[in-house]
């Protein structure tokens, strides 16, 4: 019993942390029906951050993550501004390319100031304690993590769905035209929409790197891990980007500890096909509403 | 209050759609703007509210004023702060938000949090069944509600002016009726003037004004709606009667068009 707690409280742990990244996804679609491809990369931007101000600045852990922040939402403008604003009204498939193209980019920047090695952060960012549960045992850095991301993705989802702003996005997300005669900007609301985005990737970012380090070539292998994740809960549910993230963590976790460590990498997808099988609009995606 | 002078509009530089159109609308007046299909009506409407802009369409001459002040290089969401709200044809409406969100987000550009629960009170004095069907999802709601829905969405902007395109499409006659009598009581109350563009000459007539005739991308006719009434070109072409006034019998229709007056 101790050992299956162990496995499935890992894995919601686990999950809570990609749903917060997959809520950057979900985001993105819905506001201008582009898969963000780049969400890999954009883990990096706020891990890297917060490492070079602490490795270098040697600031304090409270100001470099803070700074990590207004970083991260300066990079999504710029990539709002950059990449996405003059492809709007092209191909969506334009879009998507120009967000391989950034990915790859972004992959050689990297590479090229913070060098192929994998790092560590100097302090600690996250406390590393383990907490421990009725003989089982949680690692510190994925508990807080896991508590932050459950934070941040319930303010994200209030700000969505309860605020002024919010229901200028959830409008724009459905008519470009529509909301542009209705007087909403929608230059600015793709723009608070990748800010968010490349903020809820970044805090994504320092989680996972307070807890294993970073790395150019492993980090963004979570963001592909996402991927699944958002496709399975639908891509413009953000109630479904949260219970497939959960779903997704704990049977990784459990197929991992029971059957083979091996498995654990083509979980989610054997899990993303099964559903995708039955409801391909995913686990709360939107129907297409047809009046007859 | 507006006025279009002398625009010429083309659509990705290269289509030719709008040849000089001039056309005034005061304060507090109905006017509509009548033509066949692919007359440039609903052009001129996007000409005005700047959705021209979405569509790679351009304003290549002329200008369009409203108020005194030059709005044909201006952003979508920047006229609708100065006060003219488009209805788009078709009824289109945000489908999955609920009917409550679709009417809110009406009031986003005046940005006054306050005032929205008064203006939803004001949309459901003309519209009593929209608060009946304020929760529900407005993709559902059948033609007539969705009607009265971007009617009231528009109406939460506080607009100063509204350019409406084909309020009547696919609208049972009863209903339409209901619609324009709605505007009439709106353009009485809150002194919004109107531009309407329709297909249903008649009921348009009605309740206008002053009235314009498009075609082919230029006004060919103007004047009261009165006068538009009882203009013989308008009778045959727009009503189906025939120059006695009385409803045209197919036996003996001749195999040409009479020649229009107006032909340019």
């Known amino acids: 019993m101790d050992t299956f707690l162990q496995f499935f409280i890992s894995g919601i742990l686990n999950g809570g942390i990609y749903a917060l990244i997959g809520i950057g996804l979900v985001l993105i679609f819905k506001a201008s029906g582009i898969f963000n491809f780049a969400v890999g990369q954009l883990l990096l931007v706020g891990a890297f951050a917060t490492w070079a101000f602490l490795k270098w600045l040697e600031l304090p852990v409270w100001l470099s993550v803070l700074l990590a922040m207004v970083v991260a939402a300066l990079v999504g403008l710029i990539i709002e501004r950059l990449v996405t604003r003059p492809l709007i009204g092209q191909p969506v498939l334009s879009a998507v390319m120009a967000l391989l193209a950034l990915s790859v980019m972004l992959k050689g920047v990297f590479a090229f100031i913070f060098g192929p090695a994998t790092v560590s952060y100097p302090a600690d960012v996250l406390p590393g304690t383990p907490v421990s549960l009725s003989g089982a045992s949680f690692s510190g850095e994925l508990t807080w993590g896991f508590l932050i991301a459950v934070i941040v993705f319930g303010i994200v989802t209030l700000l969505f769905y309860r605020s002024r702003i919010g229901l200028a996005m959830r409008g724009t997300a459905e008519d470009h035209q529509l909301a542009q005669a209705t007087g909403i900007n929608v230059k600015h609301i793709f723009a608070i929409t990748w800010m968010a985005a490349v903020l809820v990737a970044a805090i994504g970012g320092i989680i996972i790197g307070s807890k294993v380090g970073i790395g150019i070539h492993f980090t963004p292998l979570l963001g592909v891990k996402v991927i699944p994740v958002v496709l399975f809960g639908g891509l413009e549910s953000i109630k479904g980007c949260f219970v497939a993230g959960l779903i997704v963590g704990i049977l990784e976790s459990i197929v991992g500890g029971y059957v083979d460590p091996n498995l654990m990498v083509i979980t989610p997808y054997a899990i993303l096909l099964l559903v995708l099988l039955f409801r391909p609009y995913g686990l709360f995606g939107q129907k297409r509403i047809e009046r007859i | ?264």
């Open chain 2, 1 to 264: 209050m507006l006025e279009l002078k002398n625009i010429e509009v083309m659509y990705q530089n290269v289509i030719y759609v709008l040849k000089g159109v001039s056309l005034s609308v005061d304060e507090g007046e109905i006017v509509a703007l009548l033509g066949a299909n692919g007359a440039g009506k609903t052009t001129t409407l996007k000409a005005i509210s700047g959705l021209l802009k979405t569509e790679q369409g351009d304003v290549t001459r002329g200008r369009i004023e409203f108020m005194g002040k030059k709005i044909d290089h201006m952003s979508p969401e920047g006229i609708v702060k100065m006060g003219i709200v488009q209805v788009m044809e078709g009824q289109r409406l945000f489908k999955h938000l609920s009917v409550d969100e679709n009417l809110r987000l009406g009031a986003y550009v005046r940005g006054n949090r306050g005032e929205v629960a008064k203006d939803l009170d004001m949309v459901f004095n003309y519209f009593p069944k929209l608060k009946e069907l304020r929760n529900r999802t407005s993709g559902y709601l059948s033609g007539g509600e969705r009607q009265m829905l971007v009617v009231g969405r528009a109406l939460m902007a506080h607009p100063k002016f509204m350019l409406l395109d084909e309020p009547s499409l696919g609208l049972a006659p009863f209903l339409v009726k209901e619609i324009f009598e709605i505007l009439k009581r709106i353009n009485a109350d809150e002194g919004t003037s109107i531009l309407l563009v329709e297909q249903n000459a008649f009921a348009a007539l009605s309740l206008a004004q002053r009235g314009y005739v498009m075609e082919d991308g230029k006004i060919v006719l103007d004047g009261l709606a009165q006068e538009l009434r009882e203009n013989e070109d308008i009778k045959e072409f727009y009503f189906g009667l025939s120059s006695i006034g009385q409803r045209k019998s197919y036996k003996g229709v001749k195999h040409y068009r009479r020649r229009k007056r107006w032909l340019a």
